[in-house]
């Protein structure tokens, strides 16, 4: 590979040949077929040149130079040709995958346009090169390379594609380590070890050349039914934007931009239906939906964010400059880029029917601030071009847009003199040809152990008679579509959910154990008879022999472990994931009656549910000896589950979201006013089974004592300014005899207020290791600003008033009131508000 990085107007000239990333052939993934010659690197368009003396490099390719400056450069030599081409993304094998891997994919790319006249202009991103179809690390990292030269050699100053990709799970990608879904981070309540996920989850981005992570998912769950939730961190507005901050720091440490999805509203559809319309008011908005994003980007830095594909109250967020623009740039402050949810864009016309067509779409989207067109160029190619001319929209938007992706470049460093297309593994040779295959490792050991810890902390044990953890020698009969599969381990945005599924021919690409080997090789003197009794979602009457036999294999037991929960898919392919949404909450197939059945036995069960969201158990539960949560653990969930089963990992996972008693309990979720609580008023009790913030252990935990700001206040209100601040602080004591973790969380009521208010919300919590006898003491400075809300006027104020501050083993179980009386006058508080109470342990 060669590159003149030099030249007068600064284009970058390279010659090579391009290397597709063309998915499989004969079984095995490789990186394609050299498909043309030298680049011919024509100059489009009529750009005023501002050349600087021969011999100077230009300015915008001048690192000492500020950003703003560099870039302001480079922008007034582009011609509207080569400013749009830095608007859009191209998919490279979008039109080739089996099915979907985005809505409405085939029917957009079946007539993709050809990659020289695509990057004649140059190309803002690279859409998912590793993403799309198994191909081994170093060979796509090659590949994206040699991609990247023709790009650089096509376009008169050699700018670089930003390559993005999928990184909920981990790196969405062959052979990369597959870390549990989000809604097993929210189980976690550990925003610290979040964070390390997400550092490794960069580094092994960057170690291959890419530059931007379309992840977290900021949608605050509202209605379980949503497929999309597992990809969800949690019901609470507090743990969803700590988690996801912490996702987002981890994420940019390591040089990757973060793109936080989906801006707004997506999860608050209704009936929890995929795309499906959101009628929320502007309150609701506010409190508990935009909340997750204002942190993830003043306190977490994210680089980028992504609108959702729904609309609120008749306006898609494509489309609404309110959100895009007026919230998001003037109050908020954001400076980095707004990229379309794949085909967003030209969804204005084809589903929302708020645009005529593809130009029209193209102008609402620009227009609201929609700055990056992904995952290919539908609306801001031609049309916007086209608009463009004929006096639709003016340039300076495009110039607006330009300019923020331009701006993300050049700190990304792709705009510098000495930047090179080659990937951080291949430092040190000369043009990444001599790298062989299998010799780049994106699931090292390091990263399986941290895949491990957080699948263990993860684990909720929701239910114990007594019988766990297991006996190491009884006789157990397992049972259930999951306990001899991996399908229960992986959430939809997983490489082998998502893409590997299409091809059967491949393994997995990394190891991922199943329940059963883990439990046989944690227990190696327990007999285990296994029974898979009926598949996830398969028909009551037509596997009524197979659910026969495991209730025979129960009924032999000492007792009997079932393995139930779902299968993650793509629309309506599994029974959780995107567009797999269900009318009730209820196991999916013959499940329920595969459950009855072994219960009938009268051995004791033990149920585990590896699920993407919570069922009921309310008809079951008192007839269970135990009942274990896990919410898709990734590659280590087998072994990690089957290390609480057995008592050597002393559960501390948390729910997240609200576990119902029945079907028909949700939609609904702990975070509301006293009338979305169980009434007189109403015959449906909405109360759950087990309540947001719940979990069991092994060892009994007890928290002796309260003080305030040091002393015992003896229950008397503490007096606070509604500008001040108070600690709160309390004593916690392992009285059991082996180590555990207690998670103390932090709850406030606002007993009257303005407006309607939770009755308790999530403030403030804490993980609280201790060995057996220990004690600690957790603090909690709660800033007056934690008990804002949105005031009847449309603004965020804190109120004078009584408050209690509850201190709590979940949002139903509190262990400590500490009344507080905001006093003074009322404030109006913004975007520099406290946000995060602060947690010490001592």
Known sequence: MSSNRNAADGRRTTTTERLEVTGVRDGHPYDGEPTGGPADGAAPGDSARH?????????????????????????????????????????????????DLAPHQHEMTSEAPEWRGMISAGLGQLTRPFGTAPIDPALGARALARMQEEIVAANRFGIPAVAHEECLTGFMTW????????LAWGATFDPGLVERMAAQIGSSLRMVGVHQGLAPVLDVIRDARWGRTEESIAEDPYLVATIGTAYVRGLESAGIVATLKHFVGYSASRAGRNFGPVAVGARELADVLLPPFEMAL?????????????????????????????????????????????????????????????????????????????????????PLIEAVRAGTVPEALVDRAVTRVLRQKCRLGLLDPDWS????????????????????????????????????????????????????????????????????MLGCYTFPSHVGSQHPELRDGVEIPTLLAALRAELPDAPIKYAAG?????SADLEAETIRAAAEAAAEADLCVAVLGDRAGLFGKGTSGEGSDVAELRLPGAQPALLEAVLRTGTPVVLVLLAGRPYPLGESIDRLAAVVQGFFPGEEGGPAVARVLSGAVCPSGRLPVSVPRQPGGQPSTYLAPALGHRTEVSSVDPTPLFPFGHGLSYTEFSWPEVLVDGADVGGRPVEVPTDGE????VAVRNDGDRPGTEVVQLYLHDPVAQVTRPVVRLIGYARVPLEP?????????????????????????????????????????????????????????????????EVTLH
């Open 534 to 538: 009926c598949t996830v979602d398969g």
């Open 726 to 729: 108070v600690t709160v602080s």
């Open 175 to 182: 052979q990369a380590t597959v870390y549990p879904t989000p």
């Open 421 to 488: 297309p080659l990937p951080p593994a291949f430092a040190g040779t000369a043009d990444g040809s001599a790298v062989a295959e299998g010799s780049i490792d994106l699931d090292p050991p390091a990263s399986r152990a941290l895949a491990r810890q957080l699948a263990e902390e993860s684990v909720v044990l929701l239910a114990n008679t007594g019988t766990l953890p297991l006996r190491p020698n009884a006789r157990i009969a397992m049972v259930g579509p999951l306990a001899d599969s991996v399908d229960g």
């Open 773 to 837: 006898g220990q004690s600690r003491q957790v603090r909690f400075r709660v800033h007056a600003d934690l008990s804002s809300f949105t005031g009847r006027p449309g603004h965020r104020v804190v109120e004078p008033g009584d408050l209690e501050l509850r201190i709590s083993a979940s949002s139903a179980a509190h262990r400590h009131t500490v009344p507080v009386r905001l006093t003074g006058p009322e404030r109006r508080v913004d975007r520099h508000r406290t946000l995060v109470a």
């Open 298 to 382: 003043r306190d977490g830095g994210a680089g980028s964010l992504m609108h959702a594909y729904t609309e609120i109250d008749g306006v898609p967020p494509a489309a609404d400059p309110d959100l895009l623009t007026h919230l998001l740039r003037d109050r908020w402050g954001f400076t980095g880029t707004v990229v379309a949810d794949y085909f967003g864009i030209s969804f204005l016309q084809r589903l929302h029917s708020v645009a005529a067509d593809l130009t029209d779409a193209a102008v609402l989207a620009l227009t609201a601030g929609v700055d990056v067109e992904l995952p290919a160029a539908h609306c801001y190619g031609t």
């Open 51 to 99: 050349d600087p003396a021969p011999g100077d490099p230009p300015r915008w390719q001048d690192p000492t130079l500020p950003v703003e400056q560099r870039v302001d450069d480079l922008l007034g030599r582009l011609s509207l040709e080569e400013k749009a081409a830095q608007l859009y993304g191209v998919w490279v094998g979008g039109d080739s995958t089996g099915d």
